[in-house]
């Protein structure tokens, strides 16, 4: 039996859903399913180098079960680090040597998650999401066959009722922030250049990523950011011995949409070689309610707080603090009615039962969390 090649150019291995993503790439290797090269595109960071770091995100402590019985030299047997910034222009130049390889593809996750609504977020949106989105397709439309965009469900904008997968057929677009607005005018963009260049696009939108919930062992992820910044806030407070009333303004039937990081990376893993998967919203179809964002603040001990369905002017210096360092990106999304996800693709490709109960989990992922400090593999 003859196994397919599949040569993959991966942005974002060192983030949270691009090093699962490399681990699922990874395991399909070793495990004999396909061949080829994963080239991943990195920068030195810290006077750490570029594959320096990547050894890091497959030797340490919190790797999944199925990659930690590989030795480093079975996993780097794969693996070919270009120290480069997928926004260089000097990128083209750069895979040039890879414009013989056959059957090669782009998967792009890394990003800015930058959710401030200012001016310095706008740009860095802009510069990083959209123009470096842009400037890989360029570097590689020569030899990719398909280029496979991980956005996210919230490009879709502020919405209700039930959200398809199809938002390339959505007008009307209302925006929380320029994360929203430059991941969705990424995905038109890059829509129209690939149908112009002939390379097939794949359009696939996570969620609010948490840890895992499939693999052993749970819970880990490499950043803590987004729903964790936001009790890594409180968690701060009181380690500083800060316990003041601080409001927090929430939407009476908010609900959180968010999935767990390893089922994320599968899904990547097996939908990146499918023609027939134009776009995917990869999400639970209904979200979690209030409690558990009370549970956040649960689980770190802050109990000086209350909802509250309006904005008002800061009472207190702390309060003040969250209204301008947490509420412009977290709390926005707790500010909106319930919607839902048409997912019954994602579950026909995936198997009807297999999303996470992240609900069953919620308060030991958040426990693990705090029990890092909400501190990731590089800080």
């Known amino acids: ?9 991966l942005t974002g291995s060192t983030g949270i859903v691009g090093s699962h993503v490399l681990y699922e790439l990874l395991e399909e290797r070793l ?5 080829g090269k994963i080239i991943l595109l990195v920068r030195g960071r810290n006077e750490v180098s570029a594959e320096d770091r990547i050894k890091r995100f497959i030797t340490h402590e919190h790797l999944p079960e199925f990659i930690a019985k590989y030795s480093l030299e079975q996993l780097m ?48 949106n802009l510069a990083t999401n959209y123009e470096g989105s842009l400037n890989l397709l360029e570097a590689c439309k020569a030899f990719i066959t398909r280029y496979t965009y ?11 009722g039930t959200l398809p997968d199809a938002y ?11 994360y929203e607005e430059i991941k969705q005018k990424t995905e038109r963009k890059l829509a129209e250049l690939c149908k112009g260049y002939n390379i097939d696009l794949q359009i696939l939108r996570p969620g609010v990523v948490l840890g895992r919930l499939m693999d052993e062992p749970k819970f880990y992820v490499p950043k803590y950011n987004v729903i964790y910044a ?15 009333p601080i409001n927090i303004v929430v939407h009476p039937n908010v609900h959180m949409h968010m999935i767990s990081v390893d089922y994320v990376a599968k899904t990547i893993a097996k939908v990146y070689s499918m023609s027939d998967v134009p776009e995917l919203n990869i999400i639970p179809a209904k979200g979690l309610g209030t409690k558990y964002t009370a549970m956040l603040m649960d689980v770190v001990g802050y ?41 019954s693709r994602l579950l026909e490709i995936m198997g009807a039962d297999s999303i996470p109960d992240l609900e069953k989990d919620y308060f030991d992922m958040i426990q693990f969390a705090k029990n890092q400090m909400f501190k990731g593999l590089e800080g």
Do not use: W
């Open 77 to 124: 047997e794969y693996v070919e680090v270009v120290d480069i910034s997928f926004e260089s222009k000097e990128l083209s130049n750069q895979l040039e040597v890879y414009k013989k390889l056959e059957n090669c593809q782009v998967i792009h996750v890394a990003a800015t998650t930058d959710l401030r609504s200012t001016e310095k977020a706008y740009n860095l």
């Open 303 to 343: 109990t000086n707080y209350t909802f509250v369905s309006e904005p008002h002017p800061p009472r207190n210096e702390v309060e003040a603090m969250y209204q301008m360092k947490v509420a412009p990106s977290f709390g926005t999304y707790l500010m909106e009615d319930e919607y839902y996800f048409d997912n």
């Open 168 to 178: 390339s057929q959505m007008n009307d677009f209302t925006f929380r922030n320029p």
């Open 150 to 160: 991980i956005s996210t469900v919230y490009s879709s904008g502020v919405r209700q």
């Open 31 to 35: 495990a004999g399913r396909c061949s």
């Open 230 to 244: 936001f009790a890594g806030f409180f968690y701060k407070l009181l380690a500083q011995r800060v316990d003041v």
């Open 1 to 9: 039996m003859t196994i397919p090649n599949r040569n993959v150019i």
